[in-house]
């Protein structure tokens, strides 16, 4: 190995500040994975980047400190009986190819276009997906909020799991019978968006919950297990290169270990459909804060002409809005589990005076 | 049973305090050597098992703390019963069940 740490000079001055940031978003980020089983990462990157770690240092450290934290959060879901191992495992198998053909895809789009490319590639990623997927999990969380029923399983996925095509395979703790062929695509595009805007679990949790028929509860969690698999894999790749910062790492993880297990209690205290909630809300005000950035690659790539002024200023917005997609996330978690415990202490209170 | 749930608060606090002692023993070490340790662990090929390493010890540290922080501080999972999920409206049998006669002596 060549590409030693401290020869490219690619680790940063740790101030108070640059502290006290980390750990923060670490906290919230955390919190956000344990209530949903993903999310988090996408905005410790660019903060990292934003206080002047390399790219590379940036997604590795990021990467060392994602793994641990889902490994505590999937570990405390699991007590909780919310964990499906095997669909985890079945799940991040798939991924790993996902994870190969997303790379690939990257390494094309970065010979062909170059570095704006990729990075446009990227964004336009985050929009799309984002957009249909995260737009059609809020309409779903709306909908079901309004009926009584409760949360059935989707369609698609009563259709998917009728079908008898063997192998099929019985996920106990979700309690569905399905096929190995459809749960295949589903790991794939998790790992291939995974590798594309790092955040796998954006398709991975919907697409247990909608093409699986998973309920969210079990998919958000089951989603921790994959995120541990992938990020734990990925950690040893990066690490074998030199490029983890551990100090970096261990200030995330730090806040996130307290977050991950408060987001994991969280789900305890809300109704299922808050996890699609939230989920929605995030994906999509971060495919907005990912579409403010699109000008300034197709500014780069020559398609199009913007004042330099204006391009930097989307950038900012672009960063503070990812931000707010957490922020906001982690207010709706709190709020409901603050809404959880009220209620909960009232049916205590009604239940003592029953006994009186 | 008030007696059996102090004394389980009391051993919740008395995990708390050692989870987070040993946790700040850990942080202080590596932060002390910062620089050091960084360099070491970013050598690349084998060295790669350390960051791994670290990590986990940390998580296990960090983590059997943080959560019993929580618990101290009175937020617990709340144990519901596990809802069934509503399933799809049963077809009704396309036949009826056939009238059988009975005799009675």
Not at chain 1, 82 to 102: F, R, Y
Not at chain 1, 181 to 200: E, Q, R, S
Not at chain 1, 297 to 318: C, N
Request: aromatic share 10%.
């Amino acid at each position: 190995m060549t590409d030693h740490a401290l020869e490219a000079v690619k680790f940063i001055d740790l101030t108070w500040m640059n502290v006290s940031f980390l750990f923060i978003v670490g906290f919230i980020g955390g919190l956000v994975s344990g209530f949903i089983g993903s999310g988090g990462a996408f905005v410790l990157t660019p903060a990292m980047m934003s206080l002047g770690v390399p790219a590379a240092v940036a997604v590795a450290s990021n990467m060392c400190h994602k793994f641990p934290k889902a490994m505590v959060g999937a570990y405390k879901r699991f007590k909780y009986g919310q964990v499906d191992l095997k669909l985890g495992v079945v799940m991040a198998a798939s991924a790993t190819v996902g994870v190969q053909a997303g790379i690939k895809i990257q390494e094309m789009i970065l010979t062909k276009w170059g570095e704006a490319g990729s990075n446009l590639y990227v964004s336009l990623s985050f929009v799309v997906v984002l957009l249909f997927v995260g737009g059609y999990v809020f309409y779903d969380a709306w909908k079901s909020s309004k009926s009584e029923g409760g949360d059935p399983v989707p369609k698609l996925a009563r259709r998917l799991q009728a079908i008898n095509l063997p192998p099929m395979i019985h996920f106990k703790t979700a309690n569905l019978t399905i096929s190995l062929w459809f749960t295949i695509p589903v790991g794939f595009a998790t790992g291939l968006l995974a590798a594309t805007i790092a955040v796998g679990g954006f398709v991975g949790v919907p697409g247990m919950i909608y093409v699986i028929g998973a309920s969210g509860l079990i998919s958000s969690a089951s989603e921790l297990v994959i995120a541990f698999l992938m990020g734990l894999g990925g950690t040893v790749k990066w690490a074998m290169h030199g490029m983890v910062d551990i100090r970096l790492t261990l200030i995330i993880l730090a806040g996130s270990l307290l977050g991950v297990q408060l987001g994991a209690i969280g789900t305890t205290y809300v109704k299922e459909n808050m996890i699609k909630v939230v989920m929605g809300t995030i994906m999509l005000i971060v495919a907005v804060s990912r579409a403010l950035a699109v000008p300034q690659y197709l500014t780069q790539l020559g398609l199009m002409s913007a004042d330099q002024t204006l391009l930097s200023i989307l950038d900012m917005v672009s960063f503070a809005t990812m931000c707010l997609a957490l922020a906001i996330g982690a207010v709706i978690i709190i709020g409901g589990m603050i809404k959880g415990k009220r209620a909960e202490l009232a049916a205590q209170m009604a239940e003592s005076y029953e006994h009186v | 049973m008030a007696v059996k749930s102090e004394v389980k608060k009391k051993k919740i606090v008395i995990q708390t305090i050692m989870y987070g002692a040993i946790t700040a023993a850990l942080y202080a070490a590596v932060f002390s050597f910062a620089n050091p340790i960084t360099e070491l662990f970013s050598r690349g090929g084998f060295y790669a098992a350390l960051p791994i390493a670290t990590v986990f010890v940390f998580s296990f540290a960090h983590g059997a703390f943080t959560s019993n922080l929580w618990s101290v501080l009175g937020i617990v999972a709340i144990t519901k019963r596990p809802t069934e999920r509503p399933t799809v409206s049963v077809p009704r049998p396309t036949q009826r069940p056939r009238a059988r006669l009975r005799m009675s002596a």
